[in-house]
């Protein structure tokens, strides 16, 4: 019986090929990031008030100019035909389903007009990211925005921590094979050759590490889609990012898949948020397996939530379906956790809704 998110991973991994498990599962070197960052949730408890009237709970936020069920999206995750044979087809299906924004990544296996189209034929309204890495080829970086901007992306996330990939040794191990019968069909100008390289060898070729914040002004040139940056983990980039005119920043650290070591995302946000001001909005995934987590999350002050592996889980478990049944868990589990912590809106969700539990159990108000 798939209850949690926890029974839903131990499903979809059970369905995939090793191979393919270490890269959907495992981050960098020594998994500490992966790790602390869904155990650092468990720093937080939270301090439910009674005798509240939650009969009529609203759920709903507005993210990239729409509603949406609950304050969760789909994070950008690459290489989802490795799940399930329709990949970020029947992600967008589901996401259009239940009313809930999603990531398009540089690494889909379905274009980006075939991702939008799949989810607006069933029907919903959703909005669509595009996630970027900075090229080497400006020249194709700038077509991967305009088919973004033309098939109806929302936002431009710019992946900031990924100026090389992560080590991943349990991905080296297990002899991942990228390109095995798949296409890439927003990144792969060019590569019929290259079907040989690593997932590391590629990456070098085409992504640039000489990146820098100058790029923010060159997007602004020649796109009017919102512009994000992905993987800020510091107050200090938080300001670079406000003063470089983004519109958001989602405090990420790639889901543990680039430099281990680093802080647990949900430690990260407090000092993101309070460098903010409320002048940039403040997102946050890494970890986030349940709608307690969501819950923290808003608490210590983030505007919304995202999730990669759960959604990969759900994929794989059942394809659309599974990822409509993972969004489902996470609704019904944010929703009880606002109803019995007596919060009626988002808006109720404040710090003084959490405890922070210190290293020698002692608690604190924040
Ligand atoms: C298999 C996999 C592929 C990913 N591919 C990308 C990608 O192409 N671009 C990107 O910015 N982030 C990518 N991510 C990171 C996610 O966008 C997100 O930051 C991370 O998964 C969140 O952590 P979680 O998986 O614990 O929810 C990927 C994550 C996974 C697990």
């Known amino acids: ?57 609203q759920t709903e936020i507005d993210i990239l100019g729409k509603s949406i069920t609950f304050p969760l999206c789909m994070s950008p995750a690459g290489v989802q035909a490795r799940a399930h044979p329709e990949g970020e087809l029947a992600t967008s299906r589901a996401c259009s389903q239940k009313n809930i924004h999603m990531g398009v990544s540089s690494f889909a296996n379905n274009s980006v007009e075939d991702i939008i189209s799949a989810g607006r034929n069933v029907g919903g309204q959703i909005n669509y990211g595009m996630q970027l890495y900075t090229m080497q080829d400006r020249e194709a970086e700038k077509e991967i925005i305009a088919r973004a901007e033309g098939a109806g992306c929302k936002a431009i996330f710019l992946t900031a921590d990924s100026p090389i990939l992560g080590l991943r040794y349990h991905e080296k191990r297990s002899n991942f094979k990228i390109f095995d019968g798949i296409s890439f069909p927003m990144v792969e100008n060019g590569w019929e050759d290259k079907k040989t390289q690593s997932h590391d060898e590629r990456f070098i070729s085409f992504n640039s590490d ?58 990260a946000l407090p000092e993101c948020v309070k460098a903010a001001q ?74 003084d809704r959490l405890a922070r539990i210190g290293s020698d159990g002692s608690m604190s108000r924040l």
């Open 210 to 267: 000489s990146h820098s914040w100058d790029e923010i002004a060159w997007l602004r040139s020649v796109t009017k889609m919102e512009i994000w940056i992905k993987g800020v983990l510091t107050a200090e980039d938080v300001e670079m990012a406000i003063e470089s005119g983004c519109d958001g920043v989602i405090v990420s650290n790639h889901g543990g898949r680039q430099l281990d070591d680093v802080v647990p995302t949900i430690d």
């Open 278 to 351: 409320g002048r940039i909005r403040v997102h946050v995934d890494g970890g986030i397996r349940s709608g307690a987590d969501i819950f923290k999350a808003l608490a210590l002050g983030a505007e919304c939530c995202w999730v990669g592996r759960p959604m990969l889980w759900g994929l794989a478990y059942d394809g659309q379906n599974g990822v409509e049944l993972m969004i489902d868990i996470l609704y019904q589990e944010f929703r009880r956790c606002m109803q019995l912590a007596g919060c009626r809106t988002v808006a109720d969700i404040t710090p």
């Open 1 to 57: 019986m798939i209850l949690s998110i926890a029974d839903l991973e131990a499903a979809a991994s059970g369905k995939l090929p090793d191979a393919t498990q270490a890269f959907f599962n495992s981050g960098a070197t020594n998994q500490i990031t992966v790790k602390e960052n869904s155990s650092a949730f468990s720093k937080y408890r939270i301090r439910p008030r009674v005798l509240r009237d939650v009969s009529n709970v």
